[in-house]
């Protein structure tokens, strides 16, 4: 076995840690956007693509995106299972079981990013379903195309950590279920605002400190290349919140929160793809023009009317886009190898071509084969709840539970009470009282 790196070991332990409490980040980031009434369905939409795509990705999926390449598609089932990985070791000096992890994380944010585009109005168990199918079908294969030795990355085009892979994988999808499960009930005359802005923040954040595991890991070892990733993966954040809040100020007279949290969003997603191969400066560049074309398209949902719940298509799929495609524009070939200068930097169109070639390629398969799988679900066991569920209240209606309990007793009759056989005890009858004066002091 090659002799192990402990210092890139090291870095890819707390990398994988760092990219894991991304999807509880994505879950209070999406739950905070949503109606109270919905939260928690939400939420779990985010822990249940954990729980599934974990199982899944030891199965078949490491192997299938990073199995021995078959005809530039997919990986083979050589290591189903993580079979023949115990003892050995990777070219970076870390444990191949270690690199299996990591990529792991990716697999699970990714369809939980999905979630976003169909909060208020999806069913708990058709959405597993539909997230074990797309990751088989979708992101596995993908995967495999741009890092795993597959047709993308032979053919040249450069995706760091996800632009295409995740991003834009996951705004194409998220789009086609949009399209296929329809507006919520009164979209757009309601109004569907945030119930909770500090929640929303509270999971930007989270948001933001993981993708450094996610960027500047990308790199497989505790080396420059995940140096200049954090850095570029930092500025290009700062950026794009200013990009995002510039634009609501001129739009609308106020910058917000919701704003300056889903700029920072933006600029993460943009960065992705790029952080590897730009200087700071480029990075910054990035950043402003994703924080800035992100926000502006947002109003794009209203023009062409789908639903996208909370903005997924936007800001990963528009931001992944962007991010791929400035590749071709800001790259310098110090960092991103070799003929690799991008347009402003003195090289030719060819990288541009390329980027666009991959940019493509994902976002047509991805949609398409997220469309035909949505409507699938949609006409045999139902994708979508009951019209009165949505109104009363997804949570309720899918898991019983409600986030926000107001009632007098506390603790209610459902969830972890019902199911340890606890009645929740009967509040005590107040003391009969006089009659007071509705007049008061002042």
Known sequence: MPELDSGATAWILTSAALVLLMTPGLALFYGGMTRSKSVLNMMMMSFGAIGLVSLLWVFYGYSIAFGDDIGGITGDLSAAG??????????????????????????????????????????FGPWLLFSGLWATLVYFPVAHWVWGGGWIMELGVL?????????????????????????????????????????????????????FGFNAGSAGAANGTAAISLINTQVATAAAVLGWIVVEWLRDGKPTTLGAASGAVAGLVGITPACAFLEPLGAIALGVIAGAVCALAV????????????????????????????????????????????????????????????????????????????FAIEKTIGFRVSADAEVEGIDNA?????????????????????????????????????????????
């Not at 200068?341 to 047509?364: R, S």
């Not at 986030?403 to 003391?431: D, N, V």
């Open 82 to 123: 993580l079979r023949g990985m115990l003892e050995s070791g990777t070219e970076g000096g870390i444990p191949d079981l270690l690199f299996a992890g990591f990529q792991l994380m990716f697999a699970v944010i990714t369809v939980a990013l999905i979630s976003g585009a169909i909060a208020d109005r999806a069913k």
């Open 398 to 442: 899918e898991h019983a539970e409600s986030a926000y309990e107001f009632s007098s007793t506390g603790g209610g009759g459902g969830g972890a009470f019902a199911a340890a056989g606890i009645a929740p005890s009967a509040a005590p009858k107040p003391e009969p009282t006089e009659p007071v004066s509705e007049k008061v002091a002042g």
């Open 299 to 374: 109003g794009l949902k209203y023009k062409l009317k789908y639903d996208d719940s909370l903005d997924v298509v936007a800001v990963h799929m528009i931001g992944g886009i962007i991010g791929s495609l400035l590749i071709g524009f800001l790259a310098i070939e110090v960092l991103a190898g070799e003929g690799n200068d991008g347009l402003l930097y003195g090289g030719g169109i060819d990288l541009l071509g390329l980027q666009t070639v991959g940019v493509l390629a994902v976002l047509v398969y991805s949609f398409v084969v997220a469309y035909l799988i949505g």
């Open 159 to 211: 995706d760091f950590a996800g632009g295409t892979a995740v991003h834009i994988n996951a705004g194409a999808a998220a789009l086609a279920l949009a399209l296929v499960l329809g507006k919520r009930v009164g979209w757009p005359k309601d109004k569907f605002k945030p119930h909770n802005l500090p929640m929303v923040l509270l999971g930007a954040g989270l948001l933001w400190f993981g993708w």
